[in-house]
Antibody, heavy 120, light 106 residues
């Protein structure tokens, strides 16, 4: 069974930093691209970042580019999101999700999410 | 920029059929997929590659893609189907979500 478990969320002040983690199990983590998706309170889903299986390719939403950094450790079956220069509008539940690609990509498995609250 | 447009809300009576649309200027050469999200829960993939259902998703959920509009159809809607539904496309190797549609079953 595919499992994705996020951690690392919590309260942080504007301008602060945080590192989110996503521990994967039940599948060959090193062969899948992975994504982070966030959802602000009462709002829709927003794609944040993606990383290819071997970390060769990464991409970011314009709203976080230059402030967030995605990485992974295939030996530890773990995905990370480093959040820097946090803003109030970054407050959201952050989900990690596994990507399947066949002509286009979709996210077939999601974690339970971790809440990041940016407030002074 | 690439945008996917969904109606903010749709309502249906139990047992009836409902459709939720997802429109874009150029959706057709890429597959669309759909997620269901219930309050307090993570999104669940219910349709991928336009019309395929993952294991465990009821047959009453179906999807289609006409080129500019992807459509999610729920036949014989049940009260448990009340949820938010998001379409997702693919642009320049990244995920793009529609704004979401709140389905009310009443």
């Amino acid at each position: 069974e595919v499992q994705l478990v996020e951690s690392g969320g919590g309260p942080v002040k504007p301008g602060g930093s945080l590192r989110l983690s996503c521990e994967a199990s039940g599948f060959m983590f090193s062969t899948y691209s992975m994504n982070w998706v966030r959802q602000a309170p009462g709002k829709g889903l927003e794609w944040v970042s993606s990383i290819s299986s071997s970390s060769t390719f990464t991409d970011y939403a314009d709203s976080v580019r230059g402030r967030f950094s995605i990485s992974r450790d295939n030996a530890k079956n773990s995905l990370y999101l480093h959040l820097n220069s946090l803003r109030v509008e970054d407050t959201a539940v952050y989900y990690c999700a596994r990507e399947i690609y066949y002509y286009s990509g979709y996210l077939d498995s999601w974690g339970q999410g971790t809440l990041v609250t940016v407030s002074s | 920029s690439y945008e996917l447009t969904q109606p903010p809300s749709v309502s249906v009576s139990p047992g009836q059929t409902v459709t939720i649309t997802c429109s874009a200027d150029k959706l057709g050469d890429k597959h669309a997929c759909w997620y269901q999200q219930k309050p307090g829960q993570s999104p669940v993939l219910i349709i991928y590659q336009d019309s395929k259902r993952p294991s465990g998703i009821p047959e009453r959920f179906s999807g289609s893609n006409s080129g500019k509009t992807a459509t999610l159809t729920i036949s014989g809607t049940q009260t448990i189907d009340e949820a938010d539904y998001y379409c997702q496309g693919w642009d320049r190797n990244t995920v793009v979500f529609g704004g979401g549609t709140k389905l009310t079953v009443l």
